[in-house]
């Protein structure tokens, strides 16, 4: 029986962690993301958005909420207090994107546009520009 109510406090926790303002006596924002992928606009589904409230100084706190996607590529959260909110997300085979969002308003809506993985740069490879052949621009004695 404590095991079952150990279960149940841990899926009603995570509105807690996000430390939820008060509707009625402080302003809270009803947040709406998309996640698309940039070369086509097309929804990525399954994506996870990672919201962290940021305080005056930048600095981001304890707690947070984890969201995942449609198979329209969106999420929402309603009750994100207003100031700084710093926003992650993660999909399988595109890079992470991470920005923060002053929110400001009854309702804020989010695009996200995540791009594809870029060639690494190793500094063992050779970068060198391509060698020009010396003899095909030096001039020929008459």
Not at 38 to 49: F, L, Q
Not at 81 to 107: H, N, S, W
Request: hydrophobic content about 35%; aromatic content about 8%.
């Amino acid at each position: 029986m404590i095991c079952g109510l150990g279960i149940v406090l841990l899926l009603l926790a995570p509105g807690a962690m996000f430390a939820q303002k008060d509707k009625d006596t402080e302003p809270t924002s009803w947040v709406y993301f998309t996640v698309v992928k940039e070369e086509n606009g097309k929804p990525i589904r399954n994506a996870a958005v990672i919201m962290h409230p940021v305080n005056p100084k930048g600095k981001q706190e304890r707690g947070g909420l984890e969201l995942k996607t449609s198979a329209e590529g969106k999420a929402e959260f309603d009750g994100v207090p207003y100031g700084m909110l710093r926003v992650q997300v993660l999909a399988q085979g595109f890079q992470t994107y991470g920005e923060d969002f002053d929110i400001e308003k009854a309702t804020t809506e989010i695009t996200i546009k995540l791009k594809r993985p870029q060639n690494q740069y190793s500094v063992y490879d050779d970068h060198a520009p391509p060698k020009q052949d010396a003899g095909s621009d030096a001039k020929k004695p008459n």
